[in-house]
């Protein structure tokens, strides 16, 4: 198979086609709802204070590294905003940004690397990924690794920039499914099938005022058929979700007005198509044999923020703590905590010491 590309995550390329885009907008050129749905791709969202925007920033599969916490801190400190939100879907949020601050923040974050690209608006949003991904004794594979290596395929495609609506993705790294797939777009969720290593495809789920557990769309698949998934439910999504009426919108709603098995075998014709086109290559999935399936008693600290709420002094604590420790990165959670792996009982203590004089 011919393969697309690798495409990065954060590109100055996305702050320069913000700031052409707040130009016309500012200009007269586009109208209000022209730019609302512009902006949200690049992450920017109104705030119900006047001239007041919230900038989200994406953490695929949680996987923060702590660059981005000095990164993020500095951006506060000069372009607004007190404090840091954590979300539940691994993202991270600033407040208080004005309009014609949101165009500098942007070329700040991307210049360094981190991602606000698709984190907002009918979009693929961030893929995200079990509380304890990484350190889970029973799971397959990583499933933060796993998200992160998915969340740059269809990133600035055509077919995932103006979508009926938003479209949530997680990955589950054992059949305990902790990252929530039943209740999501799309899952996938690491499972074994006559000795061999692969997914189980979830679908059609959702949360909000109207939860509707999804159905079950692959029993298997390789993670070389992943790409092909996506683009296969992607495409459904595109061609037969409602347009028209932004509450029923959603994937969950087509799948039960169209009725799930014409879904199911309307997004198998797709996956058929796909995997006969060029995909962006996937980078390959360490899974877990039998023998090291578990893992050793490792400690792992984690930090619940009041509220999820970090300020800059302790964003750039946390970048200090985990650099004086030798780490390279910390995990966001879907419960909207922080987690740091890889210390030795010694570095546990000072740890929990730096932590106080953090107010964490």
Not at 304 to 317: D, I, K, M
């Amino acid at each position: 198979m011919k393969h697309l590309p690798k495409v990065a995550l954060a590109s100055p390329q996305d702050a320069l086609e913000y700031r052409e885009g707040l130009t016309r907008y500012q200009s007269g050129e586009w109208d209000n709802s022209l730019w609302t749905g512009f902006r949200v791709r690049y992450g920017i969202y109104g705030q119900r204070q006047a001239e007041k925007h919230m900038v989200r920033i994406k953490v695929p599969g949680g996987l923060l590294p702590i660059s981005w916490l000095s990164t993020i801190a500095a951006g506060m400190r000069t372009f607004g905003g007190d404090f840091a939100h954590l979300t539940t879907r691994q993202d991270i949020q600033l407040y208080d940004v004005p309009l014609s601050a949101t165009v500098d923040l942007l070329d700040h974050l991307h210049g360094q690397g981190v991602a606000t690209r698709e984190s907002g608006g009918n979009t693929v949003r961030n893929i995200t990924a079990c509380p304890l991904a990484g350190q889970c004794a029973d799971e397959l594979v990583d499933a933060g690794a796993v998200a992160q290596s998915l969340a740059g395929l269809w990133l600035r495609s055509p077919i995932a920039q103006r979508m009926p609506r938003k479209f949530k993705v997680a990955v589950s790294g054992c059949g305990k499914d902790c990252a929530g797939g039943w209740y999501q777009d799309l899952a996938f969720v690491a499972h074994v099938k006559d000795g061999v290593n692969g997914f189980r495809v979830l679908g059609g789920g959702g949360l909000g005022a109207r939860p509707m557990p999804g159905v079950e769309l692959f029993d298997f698949v390789t993670e070389q058929d992943l790409p092909a998934v996506i683009e296969a439910v992607l495409r459904v999504h595109q061609h037969r979700s409602d347009r028209a009426n932004k509450a029923v919108s959603r994937f969950k709603f087509t799948l039960r007005r169209l009725n799930a098995e014409e879904i199911k075998n309307e997004v198998a014709r797709e996956f058929e198509l796909a995997r006969q086109l060029p995909q962006r290559p996937l980078s390959p999935i360490t899974w877990r044999t039998s023998d090291s399936a578990r893992y050793e008693d490792k400690p792992v600290l984690k930090i619940r923020p009041q509220n999820g709420q970090l300020s800059s002094a302790q964003l750039l604590g946390l970048h200090d703590l985990a650099k004086a420790n030798g780490l390279e990165q910390l995990r966001l959670t879907i419960g909207q905590e922080l987690v740091i792996e890889g210390l030795s009982a010694e570095q546990l203590a000072a740890a929990r010491l730096w932590l106080k004089g953090l107010n964490l």
